[in-house]
């Protein structure tokens, strides 16, 4: 198959999250690190869940792609995928649907997409409280443009992704194997 990038997207607390540390534990699958400018949430990791950057560092980036959120950037850089495959053929990176897109146009065939979704949107802001998530950034987030893009897959994408349901982890889980 040779080298592989599993863009997963999908609306903020769908769980792009859970899903990419799924992938690394049960198929010893890296992911791709991206920068933000946010702060760190409880029990993250620099480096590891974000590089944490200024929005001076931001800008000296080599970005495939980026976006704001909340007035906070985003992006993924090229050098943060060609070291994530450096360690391994398979690798994955959470990106918002925007994102994806780009990926898909940048890589084509070198990408598998997995939207996740959830049956019920009104949900989505309980499970950015239990995330810990402050509640004026969980306001902002579910308010702007970005979010509402992100609840749908875009139509450039339909034929191309695969839409995970993640209404229940197990079942989810069992959606993201039979891929594999």
């Known amino acids: 198959m040779g080298q592989q990038l599993f863009v997963i997207t999908g609306a903020t607390g769908t769980g792009k999250t859970t899903v990419?540390?799924?992938l690394t534990e049960q198929y010893g699958m890296p992911r791709v690190v991206t920068h933000t400018t946010r702060p760190m949430r409880p029990n993250e990791v620099a480096g590891q869940d974000?590089?944490?950057?200024?929005?001076?560092?931001?800008?000296?980036?080599?970005?495939?792609?980026?976006?704001t959120y909340a007035d906070y950037q985003y992006g993924s850089s090229r050098e943060g995928v060609?070291?994530?495959?450096?360690?391994?053929?398979?690798?994955?990176i959470v990106l918002d649907t925007k994102g994806a897109l780009t990926y898909w146009q940048t890589?084509?065939?070198?990408?598998?997409?997995?939207?996740?979704?959830i049956s019920d949107a009104s949900h989505l802001q309980a499970r950015l409280q239990g995330r810990g998530d402050q509640q004026?950034?969980?306001?902002?987030?579910l308010a702007s443009t970005e979010y509402r893009r992100d609840l749908k897959l875009p139509q450039a994408l339909l034929d191309v992704a695969h839409v995970i349901v993640?209404?229940?982890?197990?079942?989810?889980?069992?959606?993201?194997?039979?891929?594999?």
């Open 82 to 92: 060609e070291r994530a495959w450096e360690t391994s053929d398979q690798v994955s």
């Open 20 to 22: 990419s540390r799924y």
């Open 136 to 141: 004026q950034m969980i306001k902002q987030r």
């Open 166 to 180: 993640n209404d229940d982890w197990a079942e989810a889980k069992h959606q993201i194997d039979a891929l594999f």
């Open 50 to 67: 974000y590089y944490f950057e200024t929005p001076a560092s931001f800008k000296k980036l080599h970005l495939i792609e980026s976006v």
């Open 107 to 117: 890589f084509g065939t070198k990408i598998t997409i997995l939207y996740l979704t």
